[in-house]
């Protein structure tokens, strides 16, 4: 990481998981922990019916609540979808875009993010645009053609650098997903200098060196130190290691302490 240029964000991904009760003993005990780490930008994304709850647990702390997923229209007939204006509404800041998990079982193309991501910029929701390859992509040797299409394709439309700005990047391998395989520290750092390097052809050395991209793929207490101190690593999307109070903690302080 890179604090002169960039945030350095811990978000957590908590999928559908969580109730209210967890959530009010989850923001008791990470509020002090994220107001003392003055440097890091603390960030949970809930299920959609409880970022109200969240937002209201938040109060008094710097936390960002987020959403997993928006439709990428404003509303219309689209039953069980939830809106990006609904999110903000709801007490959203930021929004996951093109996780693999929707990429996998909701059939989300690249284009389907792109529609997605212009229209969270739109209502003024923070992105946080997932991309990563999968095992037989990397064994295939197309790791970074993968990604960049990701983002080429995700990218395309965007009004300007000012919106480009706004937009958080998670690499996350889908192999190393739920699954305890951790990418090394080169293999993260080196897929995210990568990343910087498209978004330094698409928007320019300013943007590209301003962006806070994360790494997110089994990532936790133990192992959040060597991934974070990758130079291009600016913090993690963390799944698992999120929804334990004690976990999240940990990582946070230890972003706190990586230089
Ligand atoms: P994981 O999930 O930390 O449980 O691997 C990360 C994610 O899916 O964002």
Redo the contacts with the bound molecule.
């Keep these: 990481m890179d604090r002169r240029y960039r945030k350095t964000i811990i978000a957590g991904?908590w999928?559908m998981n969580g109730d209210t009760a967890h959530i009010k003993d989850f923001f008791k005990q990470i509020k002090s922990v994220s107001s003392a780490a003055k440097n890091i930008k603390t960030v949970i994304c809930t299920p959609a019916t409880m970022i109200g709850v969240a937002q209201t647990a938040s109060k008094g702390s710097k936390i960002g609540i987020g959403g997993q997923n928006m439709h990428f229209a404003e509303n219309g007939a689209y039953t069980g979808e939830v809106s990006g204006k609904m999110l903000l509404e709801a007490g959203a800041e930021y929004v996951?875009l093109g996780?693999?998990?929707r990429r996998e079982y909701f059939c989300e193309t690249d284009e389907i993010v792109a529609q997605k991501l212009r229209y969270a910029l739109e209502v003024g929701l923070k992105p946080i645009l997932?991309v990563g390859e999968t095992l037989l992509q990397r064994e295939q040797g197309i790791t970074m053609e993968i990604i960049n299409k990701q983002l080429k394709v995700a990218f395309l439309g965007l009004a300007n650098d000012s919106d480009a700005k706004k937009i958080v990047i998670?690499y996350?391998p889908v192999w190393?997903?739920?699954?305890?395989k951790?990418a090394t520290p080169e293999q993260a750092g080196d897929v995210c200098a990568g990343i910087r390097k498209c978004i330094r052809e698409l928007y320019g050395a300013k943007v590209a060196r301003a962006m806070s991209i994360l790494y997110?793929?089994?990532?936790?207490a133990k192992n959040a130190e060597e991934l974070l101190s990758q130079y291009d690593i600016d913090g993690?999307?963390?799944?698992?290691?999120?929804l334990k109070w004690a976990d999240f903690a940990s990582i946070i302080k230890t972003a706190c302490e990586t230089e």
């Excluded at 190393?176 to 305890?180: E, K, L, P």
């Excluded at 997110?216 to 936790?220: A, E, L, R, V």
């Design positions: 991904n999928k996951i996780h693999s998990e997932c998670a996350e190393a997903i739920g699954t305890g951790t997110g793929g089994s990532m936790n993690g999307l963390i799944g698992g290691a999120s």
